[in-house]
């Protein structure tokens, strides 16, 4: 074998050999992701239901990706102090003193979703409670709180595994203030 020859293959060899560890690694990382996300309970409100043969079942196919754009809700029901917040049947959409606030889309859909958020965004957005880290705070249920918390890699994987999921155009509701804040804007 030509020396040349000889480099060109012990390079090309070590190429293939880092692609697949690289490969490996983000599997193991996706994988994770998904475990972090099933503990977490994310497809539970982020995914909306539909009706199936035994009942209420999340809807899959549509699976992180927030509250249905075609689903129009009525206004939420009046709170008090013993019931001081409520969630709709598809339980995507949530309403308390915070006002009423829509599941977001978690899909790679780069229009409606998480497509166009780089991994600091995401990590920015779950350490701040902002949207993308520097916008709208991040409101209720979303315990954002509670995942800051989690190390930096855990958040990582996340976004790895909600990087990997299908992308769904889905755009959701904007969030609604509470009627109070409503009745008292200037005419």
Not at 17 to 23: D, E, I, S, Y
Not at 36 to 60: Q, R, S, W
Not at 132 to 149: E, N, T
Request: hydrophobic fraction near 35%; include cysteine.
């Amino acid at each position: 074998m030509q020396p040349n020859t000889l480099i060109a293959t012990t390079l090309a060899c070590a190429l293939f050999n880092t692609a697949t560890l690289a490969a490996d690694n983000n599997s193991a990382q996706v994988k994770r992701g998904e475990k972090l996300i099933a503990y977490g309970g994310c497809v539970d409100c982020h995914t909306p239901f539909k009706m199936g043969a035994n009942g209420p079942e999340k809807d899959m196919s549509r699976g992180l990706s927030g509250h249905p754009e075609e689903l129009r809700l009525p206004p939420s029901p009046k709170l008090d102090n013993a019931w001081n917040w409520a969630g709709s049947a598809s339980m995507t959409a949530f309403s308390g003193p915070w006002g009423t606030t829509y599941s977001s889309n978690l899909t790679p859909d780069r229009e409606t979703g998480i497509g166009s958020w780089r991994e600091q965004d995401f990590i920015q957005a779950m350490r701040t409670g902002k949207h993308v880290g520097v916008a709208r705070p991040i409101l209720p249920p979303m315990p954002w709180q509670a995942i800051a918390s989690l190390p930096e890699r855990d958040l990582r994987a996340i976004f790895a595994y909600l990087k990997a999921q299908p992308a769904v155009k889905n755009k959701v509701p904007a969030y609604l203030p509470p009627a109070s804040t409503l009745s008292k804007a200037p005419s």
